[in-house]
Structures are given as C-alpha cells and as structure tokens.
C-alpha cells in the first residue's frame, strides 16, 4: 500500500513518525519541522487514516507490513522509528517483526499489553455525524458534544473533518475502524520481542503505561527505557512538546 507522507529535512538519519487511532501526519507537523533540524522526518499516514488509502484489512500485522513497504520504496536506512498509541503499537510489531530495518525506536504512551476496548462512545459520536451529513465542523462539534464532553478531544477528531460536493466527510476509514476497534488493543504474542534500543515515553497523567508496566516492557524490550513527562496526558507530545523534544534529543545523540 502507498501511504501519503509529509518530509521535512535533508539529513543522512532519517526519522519516521506514526500517529495514533483517528489522527493523522498533520498532527504531527509542528513537532516534525523541528526535528528536521537534526533528521530528515517522514510523517505518515498509516492506512485508514489521513490521505492514504482505504482498505478493508486493519490490524498491526498489515500496518507493519504497511511501513516495511514505505521503507523499501524510499530506500530509508535504519530510521529511529516513533509511534504514538496506535502507532507506538505498530512500531512495535515492526520492531519485533524486522529488526534489521531500524536503528532505534520511541514509543509514545503505549505499551505491548492487551487494552480493552475503549473507543465506542467515540465511535458512535463519528458515525452520528456521518449519518446526519453535517455541513460544517460546528455542527459537527455539536453533535460531538452529546457523546464527548472534552473539548480538545472534539477539536483533535474534527480534525479529520474534509468537505466534499453536498457536505462534511471523515476523511479516515469510519467503518472499517468501527469493523475491527478490537485489534486496537492487540497485545504483542509472548515470543514477539527485540534487542533494539528503544525508549518508551508516558505522560504522569496518563494510565496507558503503568508501574507495574515495567517488567512487561523488559520482558519484550529488553534493551528499553522508561521516561515520564510532567504535568502530561495521553498526548503528551502536544501538551509538552519541549519536554519531549529534550527526551527525544537525548535518546538519539
């Protein structure tokens, strides 16, 4: 699958980021045009999401397989390789699955565990608006709030709000995420591991990855560390960018 991709830099390190469940690279694009300074960053859009193409198969295994193409076609060697939530998950089963084709890697607020599934209210929110064709992101927000009372949340998805000839569309692959929400929490298999130095980032606020975490991170990634960021949540990354930058910095010196 040819996924779309924004690039920043002309650096010999390459450095590839992957966004989480209904984002896109957009999410990414501030934070990628200061890592250029130093890499040349690759932005994408894993598949179902963003500008890259629909597909009925969605799960790690293919998004991996998804990325190994990306890679390939662009002829990129070693990338660090970031992925926040859904994409710090297919960043570990790339990992884990070709371990030759990277050099190092970042996962952001994820971990290999299993996490039930969280996301319906969302979901359903989503396709409410869908099936009311709305003519505006304020409408949209509107409908949003009856299902998702946090605003930043609402912005973050209204996001992938595109018009098209009679209204507003979500430019991800709705139904097919609502299909398979259940392989967003897929857990890394007990032989599925990697020796490549990678560095897990969490938000204090958040409970994605939690102490007793600890020993399941060694276990998969034995040569791994665990950082956490101040005053932050989920998105950590947007909430406290300077404080990521700086770890992020340190880690790829």
């Known amino acids: 699958m040819n996924l779309h991709y924004e690039k920043y830099g002309d650096h010999s390190q390459k450095l590839i980021i992957l966004h989480g469940l209904f984002g896109s690279a957009d999410n990414w694009t501030s934070l990628g045009k200061q890592l250029s300074r130093r890499f040349t960053v690759f932005l994408i859009d894993q598949r179902n999401h963003g500008k890259s193409l629909h ?23 070693k990338p660090i390789i970031i992925g926040h939530s859904m994409g710090g998950k297919t960043a570990m089963k790339f990992a884990c699955t070709y371990p030759d084709l990277l050099q190092k890697l970042i996962v952001v607020d994820i971990s290999p565990k299993y996490y039930p599934v969280h996301h319906k209210t969302i979901i359903e929110g989503l396709q409410s608006v869908a099936k009311q064709r709305v003519s505006s992101r304020k409408q949209a927000d509107e409908i949003l709030q009856k299902y998702i009372p946090e605003l930043p949340v609402r912005q973050f998805l ?9 209204c ?14 259940e392989n ?8 599925e591991n990697t020796t490549i130095p990678t560095l897990f980032i969490r938000g204090s606020h958040s409970d994605y990855i939690l102490d007793v975490d600890k020993e399941f991170l060694l276990k998969h990634f034995p040569k791994s560390t665990l950082e ?7 998105w950590l990354h947007a909430e406290q960018p300077k404080a990521f930058l700086a770890l992020i910095e340190k880690f790829t010196q």
């Open 55 to 77: 597909d009925s198969l969605w799960n790690y295994q293919v998004m991996a397989r998804d990325l190994k193409g990306f890679i390939s076609n662009h002829n990129i060697d």
């Open 158 to 166: 209204i996001k992938n709000l595109v018009r098209e000839e009679t």
């Open 168 to 181: 507003m569309e979500w430019r991800m692959n709705l139904d097919v995420i609502d299909h398979n929400i």
């Open 184 to 191: 967003v929490g897929e857990s890394l298999s007990e032989d």
């Open 228 to 234: 956490t960021v101040d005053n932050a949540g989920h």
